[in-house]
């Protein structure tokens, strides 16, 4: 089984309000930061390599990023998967999640066959869980999202993917790609051997020229969003307690409604 896993390098969430915003561009300014894998992405790796653990196969991590997420594939190579390819071009800067996937998708494509991708069910950083869905699209494959389970049946795969109050079992044709929560498992710390290993194996880096993008897709410019201001949202103001017997707060409370218009 070939399964893929897309990564993303985050900041650490130790160092998130160290964060600072390019004035001029309104990008994040990433360098000087502590970077690790997304969480839940560790969690997608570790699935993969149970997969692997119990049908056979390989598992391959696809990241998109500054050359500095290297760390993070070697990390992953270190916890046991086969391949490590980092997507990183100067075109591919300031990518909003539709470029993201548009481009991670490209890397899957050259990739070749597959039978699964793995993503997180969201980066804790940008927080949309845009990227894996979109990936899906771009590749016109099945997906599901949030999943606690996942069991691999021959051409199959059955997941279990987690509501509010229940879960939901779906059975969904491979391949297909499938983003993940925390609940799914317990990632394995790297052995020593996987450091070893990882610190020899060679990361293969792709830009643009190898993916044959169409260059209008990719980075600012296939960019469908666009950040007009980023700034930090002032205090809520201090409110209205009302008090009283019950049904009198209800009838204040709807008197104060019509009057501001909301009902
Ligand atoms: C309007 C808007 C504009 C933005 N502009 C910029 C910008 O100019 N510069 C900038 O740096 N960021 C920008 N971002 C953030 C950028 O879009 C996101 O970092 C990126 O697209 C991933 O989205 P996300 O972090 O929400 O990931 P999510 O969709 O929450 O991630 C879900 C999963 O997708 C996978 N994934 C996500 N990103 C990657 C990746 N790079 N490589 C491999 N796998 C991945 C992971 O498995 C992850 O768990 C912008 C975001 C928005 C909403």
Redesign the pocket.
Known sequence: MEIIV???QVPDTEELNKVKINPE????I?EGIKNII?P??EN?IEEALRLREKVGGRVTV????PPQAEVSLRKALAMGVDKAVLLSDKSF?????LA?SYT?AMGIRKLGKFDLIL?????I????????PGIAEWLNLPQVTYARKIEVNRDKVRVERTLEDSFELMEVPLPSLI?VTKEINEPRYPSLKGVLRARREKIIIWGAEDLEVDKKRIG?DG?A???IKVFTPPPPSGGEIISGETPEIAENLIKKLEEQKII
């Open positions: 897309c990564i993303k561009t309104r990008t994040l990433r997304n839940f992405d997608a696809l990241s998109m990023g800067a300031g990518a909003d999640t993201t991670l993503s997180g069910k969201q980066a950083d940008g927080d949309t869980a845009q990227v894996g983003t600012l960019s969003t666009q950040v």
